[in-house]
C-alpha cells in the first residue's frame, strides 16, 4: 500500500514535491489555504486585467525544461514561451539603456560606454558559465543534511574558481568601472535578497543566466508556468484541497501523524512537508517542544527585502516602453542602506515596472495596459497604511511620467495595492518578506534553515526559507530535494 504524504502549501516547492513524491508511487495531498494553487504567485483578475501577484521574471529555462523532462514531458506541452527582445530597460537619472538580448549587440554597448570592457565580459562570462554548471548540476541539489555532501572532487577542484569567498561587488569592479556598468552587472543578483558586498561572487552565475540564457515571458504570464505544473502534478495522481488552510500538526511518538485543517478536516500522514513559510509552521503549527529553532534565531537571520507592490490597469496603450523595466535614477547605495543596514521607509525608492501587456494581449482589454510597480523595502516595515502606500505610489508614478514623457495617472482605471499585511494575511509571510532569506554566504546550504526537522522524525520542508533559496528555478529544485530525502528516508 503506498505511503501517504501531505503536503502544506501549493507554492511553486510545494507543486514540485508532491509531482516527485507521486512519480516515486506516493499518495500525495496537497493542503493550500487559498481558492487556487500557486501561492505567492497568484493570479488578480479583476474588470478585465490579468496580474501576476508574484514572480515576473522567467529565467533560467533550462531549470524548467529539467524539470518537466523528469517527468517525461516538456515545457511546451504546458505553456509557450517567447524571448524577451531587448531583455529588459534600465533608466538612468541621464536617459535609458535597453539591454539586448543578441550578446554582440550587449558586447558592443559595453563597449559604447567603457571602451576595453568587451573583451573583459567574455573572460567574466566564461567565468560563470562555469559557476553555473557546476552550481546549477551540482551545488543547489545538495540537501544541507551535512557539510560531508560537499567533499565533491569536482566542486573542491574547482573551489577557488567558484569565488565563494569574494563578493559579488568586488568581483565587478575587477573588470569593470563604469559606474552603469557595474550597477548593471550587479542587478541581477538583487534577486538573492542581498547587497553585492554581502553575496558570494559564486553568484554572478547569475550574470550568465540573465545574459546567456535570456529573459523570457511564458504567454499568459507567469502563472501558465503554474498551472502547467498543477496540470502535470493532477496527472501524475496528486490531490490537491483547496481553502483548506492548516491550523494545526497532531504529534505522537515524535511523529506527525495528522494535520488539522480550519475546516476541522483531519488529515493523516506517513510524511508530513511544509511548503507554506517555514517560521509559521513551525512556530504556529507545532507544539513549542518540537520546534528546531527559536525565535531568537529566527530575529537573527538576514531575510531578503519585502516589497510594495501596485497592480495598475490603464484605458489606454503607452509607447516607447518595454516589458520589463528597472529605474535606476536615484542613487542605490541610500535604498540599500534603508532596505538591509537601517532599515526604514525609503527615501528614494528605486522601483521595477512589468507591463505584460506589451508582450500579450490577452492580460487587458483590448487598447488597454496592464502594469506592475514593485518597490524593495526593508522585511518588517508593518506600517503599510493606505495613506503610506498612495504616498509612494505618487512618488514613482510622478517618476514614471517623467521618464517615458507621457501622462499616466488620468488613464487609470484599476489599481490594487499589497505590501507587509498582505503578506503576512495572505502567505502568513515572516517578517513580511517577500523574497525569503538573504543569500549570504553564512546562509547557505547548511546554514539554511534544514530541510528536514531535527525534533520531529517525519516532518520536512521545502520552499525559499531552505535550501537552495529563493527564486522560482530554486524553488522547482527545493522541491525535488526534499523529495528525493523523503524517499531515501521513508522508501515508497
Not at 501587456?357 to 503599510?384: K, M, R
Amino acid at each position: 500500500m503506498s505511503k501517504k504524504v501531505i503536503i502544506i502549501g501549493s507554492g511553486f516547492a510545494g507543486i514540485a514535491t508532491a509531482s516527485f513524491l507521486a512519480k516515486d508511487g506516493w499518495k500525495v495531498t496537497v493542503l493550500e489555504k487559498h481558492a487556487t494553487p500557486g501561492g505567492r504567485a497568484r493570479q488578480l483578475k479583476a474588470d478585465g486585467f490579468t496580474f501576476d501577484m508574484g514572480p515576473s521574471w522567467y529565467w533560467m529555462p533550462d531549470v524548467f525544461e529539467r524539470y518537466f523532462n523528469h517527468f517525461g514531458k516538456r515545457v511546451e506541452e504546458y505553456y509557450q514561451l517567447e524571448r524577451l527582445s531587448p531583455s529588459y530597460r534600465i533608466y538612468w537619472e541621464d536617459g535609458f539603456t535597453d539591454i539586448p538580448s543578441n550578446y554582440d549587440e550587449l558586447r558592443n554597448l559595453f563597449e559604447s560606454i567603457e571602451p576595453g570592457t568587451a573583451v573583459l565580459l567574455d573572460k567574466f562570462l566564461s567565468e560563470a558559465e562555469y559557476k553555473y554548471n557546476v552550481g546549477i548540476n551540482k551545488l543547489v541539489f545538495k540537501p544541507g543534511q551535512s557539510v560531508s555532501e560537499f567533499i565533491d572532487w569536482e566542486v573542491m577542484k574547482g573551489v577557488f574558481r567558484l569565488d565563494v569567498f569574494t563578493s559579488i561587488k568586488k568581483h565587478i569592479a575587477k573588470h569593470f568601472t563604469h559606474p552603469k556598468l557595474r550597477q548593471l552587472m550587479e542587478f541581477p543578483v538583487l534577486f538573492l535578497g542581498a547587497l553585492p558586498e554581502n553575496t558570494p561572487a559564486l553568484y554572478s552565475l547569475m550574470n550568465y543566466a540573465d545574459i546567456k540564457l535570456g529573459t523570457w515571458y511564458p504567454k499568459g504570464g507567469m502563472y501558465s508556468v503554474v498551472n502547467g505544473m498543477y496540470e502535470l502534478a493532477k496527472e501524475l495522481g496528486v490531490d490537491f484541497r483547496f481553502n483548506e488552510n492548516v491550523t494545526q500538526i497532531n504529534i505522537r511518538q515524535n511523529a506527525a501523524k495528522e494535520v488539522v485543517t480550519e475546516s476541522n478536516n483531519i488529515y493523516t500522514a506517513d510524511v508530513v512537508v511544509g511548503g507554506a513559510d517555514y517560521h509559521f509552521v513551525e512556530s504556529n503549527l507545532l507544539p513549542a517542544e518540537f520546534r528546531t529553532y527559536t525565535e531568537s534565531y529566527w530575529d537573527k537571520k538576514m531575510m531578503a527585502p519585502s516589497c510594495l507592490l501596485y497592480y495598475v490597469g490603464l484605458n489606454k496603450k503607452l509607447t516607447n516602453l518595454l516589458h520589463h523595466s528597472l529605474f535606476f535614477d536615484v542613487p542605490f547605495e541610500i535604498h540599500a542602506k534603508e532596505i538591509y543596514t537601517h532599515p526604514q521607509w525609503p527615501s528614494q525608492p528605486l522601483f521595477y515596472m512589468s507591463a505584460s501587456s506589451l508582450t500579450d494581449d490577452t492580460v487587458a482589454p483590448a487598447g488597454c495596459e496592464n502594469l506592475v510597480f514593485l518597490i524593495p523595502v526593508a522585511a518588517g516595515l508593518s506600517d503599510d497604511s493606505a495613506a503610506l502606500r498612495e504616498k509612494y505610489f505618487n512618488i514613482i508614478i510622478e517618476r514614471f511620467e517623467k521618464h517615458i514623457g507621457q501622462s499616466v495617472r488620468e488613464a487609470i482605471v484599476f489599481k490594487r495595492t499589497f505590501a507587509y499585511s498582505d503578506f503576512l494575511k495572505e502567505y502568513n509571510s515572516f517578517k513580511g518578506n517577500a523574497y525569503g532569506l538573504a543569500n549570504t554566504l553564512l546562509q547557505t546550504a547548511v546554514f539554511k534553515p534544514s530541510c528536514r526537522s531535527k525534533k520531529v522524525k517525519n516532518l520536512f520542508y521545502t520552499g525559499q526559507l531552505t535550501v537552495p533559496g529563493p527564486g522560482v528555478p530554486p524553488s522547482l529544485i527545493s522541491g525535488e530535494v526534499v523529495a528525493k530525502e523523503i524517499v531515501k528516508a521513508f522508501g515508497v
